[in-house]
């Protein structure tokens, strides 16, 4: 029988360490309940409180770890996303230097989004909510800060993480020592201004272990289609890494010279951007699951 784990909001960390202390165990088949502080720590508390007020020793903080028994190096982590609530209130920043177009932002400006019912209001203007996880991740030998993304999952920052989809992650320790943070009420693929509608809120998913099909990158299971995130320092590097990937990915999965994978590549996969503001930056690679079902793009995208 399945149990209902509870990892409360004062469990945070701020780096994917295998070193940390689980604060939560749970057993495949487990549903697990994480509340989260928003990607301030909870510091920012109104439009007067810009970027340099805070602390950034206390930015991002992912709640946990769990440790998942029976999860190996070597394994996928499998997590379902099955709901995801948000705080009534959020709020967006910017500042000099932040994001893609930082250069032309003169002063440090904090606004206020709300959240009522499926909406967010932003400066008088009502969009449809997208409730999103930005930090999901386990333990990685490089001990990442929970504020950047790489093969580990963590600051993914991607819409697709979102309600009703599956995330399976590598487990690089005994355990995995999953992460959850950052979530978002509303966010624009690019992610430019260098912050989402960030929100505290409380995620509940159901954990599971896939042995030996730890994927090289993350993968979102989403609809009809399988995201692989990749996260690399530059724009050039990561569209490269994806579009290598996808074309490898589907030349093992249907048997194909890689010249014919890549000339179906560019046929059925798209290629899009989840953020281009964190440390590292990071694409999506869409597989139509018709091409290649999960478990044989977890083979072909498992690390030896
Ligand atoms: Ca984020
Ligand atoms: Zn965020």
């Not at 990892?7 to 940390?20: G, I, N």
């Not at 502080?37 to 508390?45: L, R, V, W």
């Not at 997590?79 to 032309?104: Q, R, Y």
């Not at 580990?152 to 920052?157: E, I, R, V």
Request: hydrophobic share 40%.
């Amino acid at each position: 029988m399945s149990r209902l784990v509870f990892v409360e909001r004062s469990h945070v960390f701020y780096a994917f360490d295998p070193y940390l202390k689980p604060a939560a165990i749970a057993k495949p088949g487990d549903l697990v309940f994480f509340e989260t502080q928003d990607c301030f720590g909870g510091q920012i508390k109104s439009e007067e409180d810009t970027i340099e007020k805070v602390d950034f020793s206390r930015v991002n903080p992912a709640t946990g770890p769990l440790y998942v028994e029976g999860a190996e190096p070597g394994d996928a982590l499998v997590v379902d996303v099955l709901s995801i609530e948000v705080s009534e209130k959020g709020f967006v920043v910017t500042a000099p230097g932040a994001g893609v177009l930082g250069d032309k932002v003169k002063k440090s400006k904090t606004r206020v989004c709300r959240v009522i019912g499926d909406y967010v209001e932003y400066a008088g203007l009502k969009m449809p909510a997208w409730r999103m996880i930005g930090v999901i991740g386990v333990a990685s030998g490089e001990k990442s800060p929970t504020g950047t993304p790489g093969r580990h999952g963590g600051n993914l920052d991607t819409k697709f993480i979102t309600t009703g989809v599956r995330v399976y992650l590598p487990v690089f320790y005994e355990g995995g020592l999953l992460g959850i943070g950052d979530l978002h009420a509303v966010m624009g693929h690019g992610e430019v201004c260098v912050a989402a509608c960030e929100v505290s809120g409380s995620v509940l998913v159901r954990v599971n272990v896939l042995k030996n099909t730890g994927p090289a990158w993350p993968i979102v299971e989403y609809g009809d289609s399988l995201y692989i995130l990749v996260s690399k320092e530059t724009i050039s590097d990561y569209i490269l890494e994806a579009a290598d990937i996808a074309v490898s990915t589907l030349s093992k999965v249907l048997g194909l010279e890689w010249i014919d994978s890549y000339m179906l590549t560019s046929l059925a996969v798209d290629v899009g951007i989840s953020q281009l503001v964190n440390t590292r930056k990071t694409v999506w690679v869409k597989i139509p699951k018709y091409l290649a079902p999960v478990e044989k793009v977890l083979t072909a995208l498992a690390t030896p």
